[in-house]
Every structure is written in structure tokens, then in C-alpha cells.
């Protein structure tokens, strides 16, 4: 197995985790914060997207999928164009607010094609290529998809938790 084979199949997995955390919540549910401070289900799977979008359109030399397909229009959240979440207080996450389900997964699946395609592309040699040179050591395209991975792994299972949570209190 090569390594994009690896990484192809990591962020598929945060694709199906996605769906199984959103799917079937309505748009109150997604919105619900479990507590003061707490993200809810729709920011976690929101910021997941965004930081998956600008970290790979910007290794890639793409664009992001949420200003060029038109999703910033379609969530209307009015943060900054480029606003991944990253440093948000509990005030700015509570904004983050979407119309339905559908929604979410939609913005997810437009962003994990774009992350398919980069990968499908991927040879060995290319991961090893410097990606940012503000750390140090430098960031390597490899370190840099394991990182992504990793968040957005967190962020769907931080979501499923707060899904979990809800439910418990509906009991």
C-alpha cells in the first residue's frame, strides 16, 4: 500500500464519521450547545471543514472550496472570508450556525472531493516537499495531511460526544 493509498483511506474515514455524526439531526439539534462556552455539533463539523479546505487548497496551490463554490454565500455565518474557526471564543462559535444537515455534509463532501483528487495525485517524492517554513522543523506536505487527518479525527469524535450529550438530556 502506498502511502497516499494510507491517506486516502484515513480521510474517508472522516468522511463516513461526518455523515454519522450529522445525518438525521435537524438544524436545532446541530445548533445546541451542551453548555455555556461548549461547541456545538455544527461548529465542530464546520470548523473541521473549513481547517480540511484552507490547509489543503493552500498545500495544493488551490482554491479554497468555501469562497470558490459559493458555501460562504450558503452558510451567510458573516464571519471573514477566510475565518476557519481557528481561536474562535464560545461568543464567535455560537454564530456558527447552519439551516440543515445537508447543508454541513454538503460543504464536507464538495471539500473531501477536492482532498481526494490532491491525494490521487500524490507521489511519494511529494511528501516530503516544505509546505511552511514558520515551524521549526520546517512542515512537510506529509506532515501536513497527517495533521489535518488528525484534527479533523478529534473535531468528528468531539462532535459525536456533544451529539451523545444532547441525546442523553432529550432521556
Do not use: C
Not at 455555556?36 to 470548523?47: C, E, F, I, K, Q
Not at 478529534?154 to 460526544?161: F, I, V
Request: charged residues 25%; proline residues 3%.
Amino acid at each position: 500500500m502506498h502511502a497516499k493509498d494510507i491517506l486516502i483511506d484515513g480521510y474517508g474515514r472522516v468522511r463516513e464519521e461526518v455523515h454519522a455524526v450529522v445525518d438525521g439531526l435537524p438544524a436545532e439539534r446541530l445548533d445546541a450547545r451542551p453548555g455555556d462556552g461548549a461547541n456545538s455539533v455544527a461548529w465542530l463539523v464546520w470548523h473541521l471543514t473549513r481547517v480540511q479546505d484552507d490547509h489543503v487548497a493552500d498545500a495544493f496551490g488551490l482554491g479554497q472550496v468555501w469562497l470558490a463554490q459559493g458555501w460562504e454565500e450558503r452558510f451567510g455565518l458573516g464571519l471573514k472570508r477566510h475565518d476557519t474557526g481557528y481561536g474562535h471564543s464560545p461568543a464567535q462559535a455560537a454564530k456558527v450556525r447552519v439551516a440543515s444537515g445537508e447543508l454541513l455534509t454538503g460543504y464536507y463532501d464538495a471539500v473531501h472531493e477536492q482532498t481526494l483528487k490532491a491525494l490521487r495525485q500524490l507521489a511519494a517524492k511529494d511528501l516530503e516537499r516544505v509546505v511552511d517554513e514558520r515551524w521549526d522543523p520546517p512542515v512537510t506536505l506529509g506532515v501536513r495531511l497527517v495533521s489535518v487527518l488528525s484534527d479533523d479525527l478529534q473535531h468528528a469524535g468531539q462532535a459525536a460526544y456533544v451529539r451523545g450529550l444532547l441525546a442523553s438530556a432529550d432521556s
